[in-house]
């Protein structure tokens, strides 16, 4: 409980003071996210620094390799109270993906790179974590472990394309100012909480959710709407891609976890699919996404922020007292519930349009 309780300080005293540097030096260095770049998205008065989410990265990604470290090398007698089965060099080739998705974040941060190069790093990380980390999802829960076998192959390609969604459902939803944060945080207390449990207990999955959870929570005063400090792109995207981590290493409780990110999920795949039959890029940013329905149908960033997060914690609860079986039908709550918000959005839009003309 002390070394619990000492992590945490850490975890925020070091996130909210490098989150300060971090904003210093993207101002520094014109890191900046201008309202001019995509004015039909960003409602910014001013630009705003990236790389908000470095400081926090920095403090969770060496803190986490810290207590891994501990675990390995029984420092401080800890290898028995963190019980972790990792391999030696496995947790190292997540902190690798960790720093391929940070630099390339950097980059397209910095220089604005065109949607089709985005993948590149998100898919080299991946790739690192499943085959050299050794990420698999071994097991399937209902309905699938019914109509899908398991080999080799598929618990390599099932991590590969959970972690893929995990990563793009924070990167491509990291429009609002605190929702990826704040969504962050209830995703890793939820992996926490389930790691906890009886039925799962691992002491080490409790600890690197802990660190990243309040690493986030460090940064979040930057991140409130109105923010002061943008994640980036590397920072939306370590965040999804530690949420789909960890449900992998707490026992691939991946039905679980989508109840907190499914969401977004569904968002995403909805969104992807209106692009596609309007015949437009799938990968360029409009406001299409949930968060800018409820902003164009009059809700502050404030107000949009805290629907969501209350969806959120409601459907996390959903997730840790429902059994598995039952968890689809949330999904499914959640598909209607966007469908109902787009549209609503599409009715709120036309009849504004009808008072501008005719006034």
């Known amino acids: 409980m002390t070394f619990a309780v000492i992590i945490i300080l850490l975890s925020l005293l070091f996130s909210y003071w490098l989150s300060r540097v971090f904003f210093i030096f993207a101002q520094k260095a014109n890191i900046l996210d201008h309202s001019s770049s995509a004015p039909e998205r960003k409602q910014q008065q001013k630009s705003v620094p990236l790389l908000g989410a470095t400081g926090l990265i920095f403090t969770a990604t060496i803190l986490s390799l ?13 290898s028995k109270v963190l019980q972790t089965n990792l391999e030696d060099a496995n947790f190292g080739w997540i902190i690798v993906s960790i720093l391929i998705l940070t630099i390339g974040g950097y980059i397209d941060d910095k220089f604005n790179l065109q949607p089709k190069f985005l993948a590149i790093h998100i898919t080299i990380a991946l790739l690192v974590a499943v085959f050299f980390g050794g990420l698999q999802i071994e097991a399937l829960s209902f309905p699938f472990d019914k109509i899908l076998p398991q080999n080799s192959f598929l618990a390599y390609l099932f991590s590969f394309l959970w972690l893929g969604l995990c990563t793009a459902s924070t990167k491509f939803l990291d429009g609002l100012d605190g929702l990826v944060s704040t969504v962050g945080v209830i995703a890793f207390l939820t992996i926490a909480s389930i790691s906890f449990s009886l039925l799962v207990f691992q002491p080490f999955t409790i600890i690197i959710s802990l660190i990243w959870a309040f690493s986030l929570i460090g940064y979040l005063p930057f991140n409130f709407p109105d923010a002061r400090s943008y994640l980036g ?3 939306s995207e370590v965040i999804g891609f530690m949420v789909g981590v960890l449900s992998i290493l707490s026992g691939a ?11 977004f999920i569904i968002d995403i795949i909805f969104v992807i699919f209106l692009r596609l039959s309007k015949k437009k890029n799938p990968l360029k940013g409009d406001r299409l996404h949930w968060h800018f329905r409820l902003i164009d149908i009059g809700l502050s960033k404030h107000q949009a922020l805290t629907l969501t997060t209350a969806i959120i914690l409601i459907t996390a609860q959903l997730g840790l007292i429902l059994p598995t079986a039952q968890k689809v039908f949330v999904l499914i709550v959640q598909l209607i519930l966007i469908l109902v918000a787009f549209l609503v959005s599409i009715i709120f839009k036309k009849r504004t349009l009808k008072r501008v003309k005719h006034n």
Not at 253 to 263: D, E, L, R
């Open 253 to 263: 409780k991946v039905a679980t976890v989508s109840m907190v990110i499914g969401w």
């Open 66 to 78: 810290l207590v891994w470290l501990a675990a390995v090398f029984d420092w401080l007698d800890l």
């Open 233 to 235: 792109e590397g920072g």
